[in-house]
């Protein structure tokens, strides 16, 4: 069940930041490693949308992960 409170906000924000990042950059004008990007821009967009997902997914797990309790049945004595 937690997976999906990560997954599914972390790809509604990729979605938006994808929108974002590609109103504002032309998929064939970016540059990888210094080598220019010869993708389609169909495979441009859809790398850049997984790679925003990764980012947000791992930003939504270590807020799942930093709101549980530290102690689950209380302090170890």
Do not use: D, H
Request: proline share 8%; net charge negative.
């Amino acid at each position: 069940m937690k997976l999906v409170l990560v997954l599914w906000p972390s790809f509604f924000v990729a979605g938006l930041a994808e929108a974002l990042f590609f109103t504002l950059v032309n998929p064939q004008e970016l540059y990888l490693l210094g080598q220019p990007v010869e993708w389609s821009p169909l495979a441009t967009y859809s790398l850049g949308f997984f790679a925003f997902w990764l980012i947000c997914a791992a930003s939504s797990l270590a807020t799942v992960f930093l709101s549980r309790p530290l102690y689950e049945n209380g302090p170890a004595a």
